[in-house]
């Protein structure tokens, strides 16, 4: 019996190989939004890896939007020419399908990188920006307070996540998710401790999921349909008075509504006040509870790192896919490993014949 884990996953029209997904990682190393060597070396060896989707970092719809001076843009030419060309060379080589998380980072913007100590850099300095965000709430202690969008900033942000997205199916991308989680902008609209708004944006939890709902309607109608556009959300902020895993399964409903094939299941960073309790798997039961009470397909991630309980993981009905991020980095070839183990195949580069997993 094949194991669930190498099953294929089809959503929408997109059939991926196995339910391995590559999570979205964060390189900093573009320069002016624009992919580098690094980002070829980095994703073609993660398109080498067997899994079955690889998903590209978190991309900015604008200047503004970046977590920091060095992350991944597709919003202008240059930022299109510099992905085609390193996705170009990646595919010719490793066919895999690729999803682009298309994020907006608010008020968590204008950072220094995380190795750089990770704070916020103020609007003065070269490499820092004033922030926008739903409320004028700054993430954290002694941070300069973001802009707080108005009716206009609104619809050009929604219009900036519509033209990435064009911009991303140029390039001939197949999946996308938008960053809905972490405390980043649509996290942000979500959840009470950043959004204070007092419009029809803010309050009740129709109004704090209007914007992220606008923002998938109004890319849903860009990317053509047979391609799935899901979202990344974070289920529980971790903090009393956050957004929380009921509010979750009533976004996941409507997003199922509004055609939404899956949902990828993270959780936190709106808050440092944040107390998360950390251990294997610790998010699978968030993505166990949307699951059983929406029926949408959902990918678990967060400290999966063996086979075997990713296995189990699906075999036991906790979710449909599973995504990994580090456990990646530290093993290129973990789904190899892992249809070694549980008795699967992977595609593996020709040029890699004589060490074909199996
Ligand atoms: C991340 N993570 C992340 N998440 C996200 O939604 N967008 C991103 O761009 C990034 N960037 C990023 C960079 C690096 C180097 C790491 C290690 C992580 C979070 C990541 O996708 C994942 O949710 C967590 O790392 C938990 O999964 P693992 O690492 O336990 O498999």
Same mark, same amino acid.
């Given at each position: 019996m094949t194991a669930r884990l190498f099953e294929t996953l089809?959503? !929408?029209?997109?059939?991926? =190989?196995?339910?391995?997904? &590559? %999570?979205?990682?964060? $390189?900093? /190393?573009?320069? !002016?939004?624009?992919?580098?060597d690094w980002h070829m070396m980095h994703l073609g060896q993660l398109a080498m890896s067997g899994a079955g989707l690889l998903t590209l970092e978190a991309t900015a719809i604008s200047p503004e939007a970046r977590?920091? %001076?060095? !992350?991944?843009?597709? #919003?202008? !030419?240059?930022? =299109?020419?510099?992905?085609?060309?390193?996705?170009? %060379?990646?595919? =010719? #080589?490793?066919? &895999?399908?690729?999803?682009? $998380?298309?994020?907006h980072a608010g008020r968590k913007a204008s950072s220094d990188a995380p190795w750089a100590g990770g704070k916020q850099i103020p609007p003065e300095h070269p490499y820092g920006w004033r922030t926008e965000a739903p409320s004028a709430v700054a993430h954290g202690e002694g941070e300069v307070p973001p802009h707080a969008l108005g009716d206009a900033d609104l619809k050009r942000v929604r219009e900036e996540f519509v033209t990435t997205a064009k911009r991303a199916v140029r390039l001939g991308i197949e999946a996308v998710e938008l960053h809905a989680a972490h405390g980043y902008l649509l996290h942000q609209f979500l959840s009470p401790i950043a959004n204070k708004r007092t419009d029809s944006y803010g309050g009740s939890l129709a109004n704090r999921m209007r914007f992220p709902m606008e923002v998938y309607d109004a890319v849903r109608q860009v990317v053509p349909s047979g391609s799935p556009v899901w979202l990344r959300v974070s289920a529980t902020d971790w903090v009393e008075e956050g957004w929380d895993i009921e509010e979750t399964? =009533?976004?996941?409903?409507?997003?199922? $509504? %509004?055609?939404?094939?899956?949902?990828?299941? /993270?959780?936190?960073?709106? /808050?440092p006040k944040q107390s998360i309790k950390l251990g294997p798997g610790y998010q699978v039961p968030y993505a166990e509870r949307i699951k059983a009470e929406t029926g949408l397909v959902t990918i678990a991630v967060g400290l999966i790192t063996e086979p075997r309980q990713a296995e189990d993981i699906l075999a036991e009905g906790k979710a449909d896919a599973i995504s990994l991020a580090r456990a990646m980095l530290y093993n290129p070839r973990w789904p190899w490993h892992a249809a070694a183990e549980l008795g699967a195949r992977v595609h593996a580069p020709k040029q890699y014949w004589r060490s074909q997993p199996h």
């Open positions: 089809t959503l !929408d029209s997109l059939t991926l =190989e196995n339910r391995i997904l &590559i %999570a979205p990682m964060c $390189q900093y /190393s573009a320069r !002016d939004g624009e992919a580098t977590i920091t %001076a060095w !992350d991944l843009g597709l #919003y202008n !030419d240059g930022c =299109e020419r510099a992905l085609a060309r390193v996705l170009g %060379a990646v595919r =010719e #080589y490793a066919p &895999i399908p690729v999803c682009i $998380q298309i994020a399964v =009533e976004l996941a409903r409507m997003l199922k $509504q %509004a055609g939404s094939p899956a949902i990828h299941v /993270s959780t936190g960073g709106v /808050s």
